[in-house]
């Protein structure tokens, strides 16, 4: 995550699916990077988020190519463009407000090796940010010791 001298820096991305359908803007604080989680969707997909409010997000055009996947307790829709099949970004509804979390991999001009990240276990359930990827283990093992703070 960024450190605690850094403040948090709000800029406008912009970014597409791969066919140019879906287009969209931003304000997002890319300072402290984005997350990798192993739940299956998110290794399916191979994505990489960053979450702003809602208000914060605007969808230029597509949305009658965007298509909706939806699972478990579907409090995240997972939308994606229909006609090249890229994930987009998520509408996720949280406790503390509407959120949209941008696949950082659709953003326009920004150089993902400069971004941080942080891995979630969400395979296991377990939400504790990391600074490596968890661990592999079996369905039933119990978390290995070692979670970033």
Do not use: W
Request: charged share 20%; aromatic share 8%.
């Amino acid at each position: 995550m960024s450190s605690s001298s850094q403040q948090p820096t709000v800029v406008r991305v912009r970014g597409s699916c791969h066919c140019g359908a879906v287009r969209f803007e931003a304000d997002a604080d890319l300072t402290s990077g984005g997350f990798r989680c192993n739940c299956s969707a998110c290794m399916k997909f191979g994505s990489f988020i960053t979450a702003v409010g809602a208000s914060s997000f605007t969808l230029l055009s597509g949305d009658d190519v965007l298509g909706t996947y939806q699972f478990g307790s579907r409090s995240i829709e997972r939308r994606f463009c229909k006609s090249c099949s890229v994930l987009c970004f998520s509408k996720i509804t949280a406790p503390d407000g509407e959120q949209v979390g941008i696949n950082l991999n659709t953003l326009d001009d920004v150089e993902l090796k400069d971004l941080p990240v942080v891995y979630f276990d969400g395979r296991h359930d377990d939400f504790t940010p990391r600074s490596e990827p968890a661990p592999v283990r079996r369905q039933g093992e119990p978390p290995t010791a070692g979670a970033a703070s």
